[in-house]
């Protein structure tokens, strides 16, 4: 039975973004050579566009896939067989038949990638390319930098896992939980320069979705980790509000003046129930998402828990001291006791390293002035914020609230 | 895989007191630990380069490090992973910071392999420290010129031993600070001048050093020569 070509394509395609990792990570695992799974990979999927389109997509397209890259590899291997005399190579990849389970071929992927003896730019480029088959191209679209840079990370990262001799697995159950961590924070990484890129006021939808969809699987392979929940339900509920944070000129909209009916309800749905999951166990993922949920839960501003937001932010502090996460409990603080009490936990932050030159600093004083009607002081904030900026976007926000302090200001 | 282990200080080191004598045992009883020897303080430090004619001999280290290696161990792991779990049980793991290095084997040729020696007694008295320099004109050392240093030195007795490593690209870093495992990328201390190779040295120290300005990586890099603890009472 023939397929019509769109329809070929676009199993492809979705296969593409399935599959990849399953196919790059068998090829790895049976010959321990990354720049062979790469042209091996390749060499799979450009196969199966004309197979498909004459013999018909196969049952299991992901199984199709992973064969032809292994009987790739076979071959390359017999051949350098037969040139070195490395006899043992090949034996072990025919001695490979039975395919390992995807979800474990993945996490061996994505763990490897994300070793934390290699540079943290290079864990991201080698995560992006290797597990979720994203062309350098792309990499580099996405990052804002040179293709070239996207290589040499990559390449370097390659070089580093063969020479260091990085091992291609999931960690031992005693390190397990100690690299997971490095894990989440690369996919963290990705979420946040699709969230909130670096250079500014768009957001690139496309990294988000790689990141979630990265963060889904180490939760459905790791699932006795909460903090792995904690992530993906952290990335479900900040995209969720992905429709309402800009406005219509890509302004920012700060949470309080979102419109909660453009909220994508059934991540919120999700996020939510994973929240509730993973936070009893607390880690620093589990506990922000369970502060995401608290927001999500609230049909309008006005209603939110601020009391419980208050208490989550206590329990993250407790695991680690961090100026940036005790600043965001100053603010939860003002919205729960008024604005003295904001102006107050402020202060009694003193002034951390950390905070140096940060803009959320001046503007949530700024705010808590503006409340207690101090309009010169508000300004005054207002206008250090604004000068620290790290983009255009914040910057205009502060101009925005700024003018509306009015004359006063 | 081999590895080199260089146990270096750290300003930023907390207190340590588990013995370093367990961390031998435990890993030489697991075939893992080959050798390593602990060094004198960096200040005794004979820093060796040849440029053209120019033959360079100071006293000190090549920089002002903060952090200084204080030891080697060469270690045979079954991959970093294990690498890293032996470096992060080391006490200076805590007290200082330890670089792991992939060695790479160097042949040389036929004789110039390493002088086999027992345990942890002090092979040698010396350890001469190869570094890159990237301040110096280029210049690759011709591997025949490098065999019959190596030669010279086994006949004379200066050479007993040596470890080519792979470029610090390579090099992995491990910390422990407030009870958590620092696992990162880079070597000990931010510096151009990167170790690129150890090798053993024998003699009286004007032996070792003259040994030293013949050595052909010392025309392109820098050579420093460091005092081993002999006494191990």
């Known amino acids: 039975m023939t397929t019509g070509p769109a329809e070929v394509r676009a199993t492809l395609a979705e296969a593409h973004r399935g599959e990849w990792g399953v196919v790059f990570g068998t090829v790895v695992r049976l010959t321990g050579d990354w720049e062979l799974a790469e042209d091996c990979a390749q060499d799979a999927f450009a196969r199966a566009l004309p197979a498909w389109e004459r013999d018909g997509v196969p049952r299991r397209p992901g199984a199709w896939l992973v064969a032809a890259a292994r009987n790739r590899a076979l071959d390359v291997l017999r051949r350098r067989t037969t040139e070195r005399g490395k006899l043992a190579e090949?034996?072990?990849?025919?001695?490979?038949?039975?395919?390992?389970?995807?979800?474990?071929?993945?996490?061996?992927?994505?763990?490897?990638?994300?070793?934390?003896?290699?540079p943290i730019e290079a864990r991201v480029a080698l995560t992006l390319r290797a597990v979720g088959g994203l062309t350098t191209r792309e990499i580099a679209r996405a990052f804002l930098i040179g293709e070239d840079t996207v290589s040499q990370r990559i390449l370097r990262a390659k070089r580093k896992i063969a020479a260091a001799g990085i091992p291609y697995r999931v960690?031992?159950?005693?390190?397990?939980s100690e690299r997971l961590g490095g894990v989440l924070a690369v996919i963290y990484l990705v979420f946040t320069e699709g969230y909130a890129p670096s250079d500014g006021n768009t957001t690139r939808d496309a990294l988000a979705e790689e990141a979630i969809r990265l963060a889904r699987l180490v939760a459905a392979e790791a699932p006795d980790e909460p903090e792995a929940r904690g992530?993906?339900?952290?990335?479900?509920?900040?995209?969720s509000r992905r429709a309402a944070r800009l406005d219509g000129d890509g302004g920012l909209v700060t949470l309080e003046h979102q419109d909660r009916t453009r909220w994508d309800r059934a991540l919120v749905v999700e996020g939510v129930a994973l929240a509730r999951e993973a936070a009893p166990a607390g880690g620093p993922y589990a506990i922000q998402a369970a502060i995401a949920a608290q927001h999500a839960l609230a049909p309008v501003a006005a209603a939110t828990d601020w009391g419980g937001i208050v208490a989550l932010y206590d329990r993250l502090l407790a695991l680690r001291t961090n100026?940036?996460?005790?600043?965001?409990?100053?603010?939860?603080?003002?919205?729960r006791d008024g604005p003295q009490a904001q102006l107050d936990a402020v202060d009694a932050l003193g002034a951390p390293k950390e905070l140096t030159g940060n803009h959320a600093l001046p503007a949530v004083r700024a705010d808590a002035l503006r409340r207690l009607g101090r309009t010169r002081d508000a300004a005054k904030m207002y206008r250090v914020a604004k000068s620290v900026a790290p983009n255009e976007a914040i910057a205009r926000e502060y101009a925005r609230r700024l003018a509306e302090l009015g004359p006063g200001g | 895989m081999k590895y080199v282990l260089f146990v270096a200080t750290d300003p930023a080191g907390e207190p340590a007191d588990e013995n370093p004598e367990a961390w031998v045992e435990k890993?030489?009883?697991?075939?893992?630990?080959?050798?390593?020897?602990?060094?004198?303080?960096?200040?005794?430090?004979?820093?060796?380069?040849?440029?053209?004619?120019?033959?360079?001999?100071?006293d000190g280290p090549f920089a002002e490090t903060a952090e200084w290696i204080a030891g080697y161990d060469l270690i045979e792991a079954a991959d970093l992973d294990e690498a890293i779990e032996v470096a992060a049980s080391h006490p200076m793991a805590t007290g200082g910071r330890i670089e792991i290095r992939p060695?790479?084997?160097l042949d040389l040729g036929p004789g110039t392999g390493n002088v086999p020696h027992e345990g942890d007694a002090p092979a040698s008295r010396f350890l001469g420290i190869l570094r890159t320099d990237p301040g110096a004109p280029s210049f690759t050392p011709d591997p025949a010129a490098v065999a019959h240093w190596v030669l010279d030195g086994l006949a004379s007795g200066r050479y007993l031993g040596g470890e080519h490593l792979r470029p610090v690209q390579?090099?992995?870093l491990v910390r422990r600070r407030a009870g958590e495992l620092l696992i990162t990328d880079g070597p000990y201390a931010d510096v151009q001048e990167w170790v690129s190779g150890i090798v053993f040295i024998d003699g009286e120290r004007e032996e070792a050093i003259d040994y030293l300005t013949r050595c052909p990586?010392?025309?392109s890099g820098i050579a420093e020569l460091r005092e081993f603890w002999t006494d191990l009472s």
């Open chain 1, 90 to 118: 090949a034996a072990a990849v025919e001695a490979a038949r039975e395919p390992a389970p995807p979800g474990d071929e993945r996490l061996r992927l994505v763990f490897t990638c994300c070793h934390p003896a290699l």
């Open chain 1, 171 to 176: 960690p031992p159950p005693g390190a397990r």
């Open chain 1, 231 to 239: 992530l993906l339900s952290l990335l479900l509920l900040q995209h």
């Open chain 1, 323 to 335: 100026p940036v996460v005790a600043l965001n409990r100053a603010v939860a603080v003002g919205m």
């Open chain 2, 27 to 58: 890993w030489n009883d697991r075939g893992v630990r080959v050798e390593g020897m602990r060094l004198k303080p960096v200040t005794e430090t004979t820093t060796v380069r040849v440029r053209g004619d120019r033959v360079l001999v100071t």
């Open chain 2, 103 to 105: 060695v790479e084997p």
């Open chain 2, 170 to 172: 390579d090099a992995t």
């Open chain 2, 217 to 219: 990586m010392a025309r």
